[in-house]
């Protein structure tokens, strides 16, 4: 059987794993931010990692129907950064302490393997080899993840986004959820430190979604989660979808760190923006990472994948600041290191 089959088939088995995060789910929120905040404690202590995230570009040939930035959204106001403008933010970022970026974007066709390869070691180049690069770029081949490794990326971030079959191919477009846990495998296959996510609360994801969302992380192994509230874009077919509370994606965050205690789990922009203190309840809650947003200001309102992101008139370092009292005022601090998952620092 092919590897990502048998992720599939494992994902329906029972299982005793699936049947302590089915008991952890019927927990209430207070017992497991207790049991979250212990575990937590005990593998990164009250350390919160920060990661540069640079947006660079908003052109997208996917048209997942949740996005902001689909492909059938024309009221997008489209950019690209190029080169120079992606290293002047990374140089930038370095200077004021960073010692890992992200570059996200869509999935763009002008945007191939082997460009984004030549970035990437220029990256590493101009930092000294002091930094981790995480790209966050969608799917490719396997071949083009070994190219991307050998430029000299470390970390790859691709959620599956929900971990239920059907409910993954009618929301994006015809891709199968097998196409995505392919390239997870991939990724990892390649030598990247691997980290996947889901959002909670889509329209169809009931209980039982949600406990396969965190089985499958668990199947996985992780090494970095990202996880956050389905937000309902008004340019998009699901605009009139219902918005759930912050308190589901605590739930999840809190069980995915007592069952993957060693994972770097942020704490994401999209629960800040829609609670004022999401991202401090998140961090109660088992996270340990923030990833301030080091994109040019002009172009921040354009990567709107869900209505009310905040911080889009804040220069990122700004930010800086701003979080640093957030994380004190839930008793934590930030350290400015490299922050490689402990998952990933045991397995190799
Ligand atoms: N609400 C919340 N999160 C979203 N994402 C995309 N669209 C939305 C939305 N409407 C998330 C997806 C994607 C990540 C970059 O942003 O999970 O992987
Ligand atoms: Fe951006 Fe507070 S984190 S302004």
Not at 160 to 182: N, P
Not at 315 to 344: E, P
Request: one cysteine or more; charged letters at 30%.
């Amino acid at each position: 059987m092919n590897r990502a089959d048998f992720f599939l088939a494992q994902l329906d088995e029972d299982s005793p794993v699936k049947d302590y995060i089915r008991e952890l789910w019927a927990l209430s929120l207070d017992k497991l931010k207790s049991m979250a905040d212990d575990a937590c404690k005990n593998t990164y202590g009250d350390e919160v990692y920060l990661r540069g995230l640079i947006e660079y570009t908003n052109v997208c040939r996917m048209d997942c129907l949740y996005c902001g930035i689909r492909k059938s959204n024309d009221k997008v106001n489209r950019y690209r950064l190029d080169e120079d403008s992606i290293l002047a933010a990374v140089e930038e970022g370095y200077g004021r302490g960073f010692r890992t970026f992200v570059l996200q974007g869509g999935e763009d066709p002008e945007w191939p393997a082997e460009r984004l390869a030549r970035l990437v070691a220029k990256i590493k180049e101009l930092c000294n080899y002091e930094v981790a690069v995480t790209l966050s770029s969608g799917l490719m081949t396997k071949d083009d993840y070994v190219i991307l490794r050998d430029a000299g990326a470390d970390r790859y971030l691709m959620r599956f986004e929900t971990a239920d079959s059907k409910l993954h191919e009618r929301l994006r477009g015809g891709i199968s959820l097998r196409r995505r846990i392919q390239a997870l495998l991939d990724m990892r296959d390649a030598g990247f430190e691997l980290g996947s996510g889901f959002m909670c609360g889509l329209p169809g994801e009931d209980d039982e979604v949600m406990l396969k969302n965190l089985y499958l992380c668990k199947l996985l192994e992780l090494d970095m989660i990202g996880i956050g509230p389905f937000i309902p874009h008004p340019d998009t077919p699901l605009k009139d979808a219902p918005q759930l509370g912050l308190e589901r994606t605590l739930k999840a965050e809190a069980i995915l760190r007592i069952i993957l205690p060693g994972a770097n789990l942020p704490a994401t922009t999209a629960a800040g923006s829609l609670q004022p203190d999401g991202r401090e309840r998140m961090l109660e809650c088992g996270a340990n990472v923030l990833m301030p947003n080091l994109t040019p200001v002009i172009h921040k309102k354009d990567y709107l994948l869900y209505p009310g992101k905040i911080c889009l008139d804040e220069d990122g370092f700004k930010c800086v600041s701003c979080l640093s009292l957030r994380v004190a005022s839930v008793g934590k601090k930030i350290v400015w290191d490299i922050g490689t998952s402990k998952n990933y620092k045991e397995r190799n």
